[in-house]
């Protein structure tokens, strides 16, 4: 069996005479959210590895593959067909992506992403950030948020740099447009779970998956608003489905959300793009909510998109956010 760093070395070979013609075969280091340093495989033109676009291929998953029996020779077409549909991805993208040299045209396109701040200390060091409770806010760049999906990169240091702007100003104009261009909605879990099974039905029948789209969340009914006392569990995310945990620091949404129900909420973290909210006193303590987000976490969600293995509480009457049983780390919304 090959070693890793031997796989690579084949794999780039076997890749350059799947691709053909005048590309070549890179590997590079991409920083991922909880997932520290990853090796990517990418796709150039001959003389040009810094301007042309590639998919990123990420290898421990192929390796993976290859020691639980899969053929070189196979993984080499898996990894071509993955260029291929990335880079009909890519294509897409490029219709609407702004000149990310120039701030003017990326400003009103930047919104942010919330992740765990203990599982990202290496992450923070290169991009701009502001902490808060155990959490930090990282601005991403809206490449595609219209039509069926959404994509976004991450803001850089160097990427702020560039721009000469300060770290801080990027923040502020994050956590200005999210709220705009990435709306707050909540659904109950009835309506999540109808939804999901539209999407099993239709690719049962054969119909093609849109990836990365979750579908646009059912707002509560208005009428609802003021009654209290609503039975039943919720999910917080954003119009797009995309990093939408993001929205639980919203001015106002948890608020709206707490009035609504009329209750108290406990906020746990489902992943990067969706919080569950569950009225105070319903079925469940911090305690028992706190195992069953750790529990979830370790079995469930992909190491990148967990948040952190927290439980916090909204006080509807004092309007603060705090974490569970430590109420003296809290944020006002």
Request: charged fraction near 25%; glycine fraction near 10%.
């Amino acid at each position: 069996m090959l070693s890793y760093e031997r796989f690579k070395e084949e794999l780039v070979g076997r890749m350059e005479q799947e691709i053909g013609g005048s590309c070549q075969v890179g590997i590079r280091s991409i920083r991922k959210a909880n997932a520290g340093v990853r090796d990517a495989m990418a796709v150039f033109g001959k003389g040009n590895t810094r301007d042309s676009i590639s998919p990123s291929i990420y290898l421990e998953p192929l390796y993976h593959e290859y020691k639980e029996g899969a053929g070189m020779q196979e993984i080499a077409e898996t990894a071509a067909a993955m260029y291929y549909r990335g880079m009909e991805s890519a294509q897409d993208a490029m219709e609407s992506m702004p000149d990310i040299s120039r701030y003017e045209s990326c400003r009103g396109r930047l919104y942010f992403r919330l992740v765990g701040t203990e599982r990202n200390r290496h992450l923070l060091g290169e991009v701009p950030h502001r902490e808060v409770l155990d959490l930090s806010l990282i601005p991403y760049l809206l490449v595609k948020g219209t039509g069926e999906g959404a994509s976004s990169i991450m803001v850089s240091n160097s990427m702020a740099g560039c721009w000469g702007i300060p770290a801080e100003d990027v923040m502020e104009q994050a956590c200005a447009n999210a709220p705009k261009i990435l709306p707050a909605a909540v659904s109950t879990m009835q309506s999540v779970l109808k939804q999901v099974l539209r999407e099993s039905a239709d690719r049962s029948d054969g119909r093609q998956e849109t990836i990365g789209n979750i579908g646009e969340p059912e707002e509560l009914p208005g009428s609802l608003s003021g009654t209290g006392g609503i039975p039943g569990i919720f999910i917080m995310t954003n119009k797009k489905g995309l990093n939408g945990f993001a929205a639980v620091l919203y001015p106002g949404a948890l608020k709206d959300a707490a009035d609504m129900i009329g209750k108290d909420l406990y906020v746990m973290p489902s992943s990067v793009h969706e919080a569950v909210l569950v009225p105070a006193g319903s079925f469940a303590g911090e305690s028992r909510l706190a195992g069953i987000v750790r529990e979830v976490n370790a079995s469930c969600v992909a190491e990148e998109e967990i948040v952190s293995d927290s439980v916090y509480f909204y006080d509807r009457k004092e309007r603060k956010l705090c974490m569970a049983g430590e109420e003296r780390l809290c944020v006002r919304l």
